[in-house]
């Protein structure tokens, strides 16, 4: 029996707005699945992200608030200075210590996606100057979803997708235009 996915969580750190730009640029229009981007930001940055991601992409795109419904066809964006968790059917937002110095998390987010979707998830490491979301990659694999990763050679700065890699060294290696090409070939599910 074919899987069918419920959220595609994506993390990205340094070099990750150039990253973002080509991928979401290279997502079919009529994508249903929802998407969550994980970027590191400064915690008093404006949400500068929405709207440049806005530009490169017909796809819905918004700022992820406390207990707001995760929606299909959207790419939710990881406000500054929270973690994004995932419950039944919405977002919560959390101002716990920061993970891997970071906060919003990646490695947060994507274990609570793990946790709620198992093997109807899907996690995407990008472009990224330190380790996190390494963990949370695997923790994805491991309930039976789906891992892509960013080819290193292609990276910004390749630490993060090389991080990885060598936590779940059995992750599809892909180019920025291949992951869009099939998170936007993967069917949606029904959850959300």
Do not use: C
Request: aromatic fraction near 4%.
């Amino acid at each position: 029996m074919r899987v069918s996915y419920e959220l595609v969580v994506i993390g990205t750190s340094w070099g990750g707005l150039s990253a973002l730009r080509e991928l979401v640029g290279g997502l079919p229009r009529n994508l249903e699945l929802p998407l969550v981007v994980v970027p590191h930001r400064h915690r008093q940055s404006e949400d500068l992200m929405t709207s440049l991601l806005q530009d490169w992409t017909s796809l819905h795109v918004r700022e992820i608030e406390d207990k707001a419904a995760i929606a299909r066809g959207t790419i939710h964006i990881a406000p500054a200075d929270y973690h994004v968790l995932v419950e039944d059917g919405h977002f919560a937002l959390s101002t716990d210590a920061p993970v891997n110095y970071s906060r919003p998390s990646i490695d947060v987010t994507f274990a609570s996606v793990a946790d709620v979707f198992g093997d109807r998830s899907v996690g995407v490491i990008l472009t990224g100057a330190n380790a996190d979301g390494a963990q949370g990659l695997k923790r994805i694999a491991d309930r039976g979803g789906l891992a892509l990763v960013q080819l290193p050679a292609t990276a910004e700065s390749p630490l993060m997708p090389d991080a990885a890699l060598r936590s779940v060294p059995e992750a599809r290696v892909l180019t920025l235009a291949e992951i869009a090409a099939t998170l936007g070939s993967l069917p949606a599910g029904n959850a959300t």
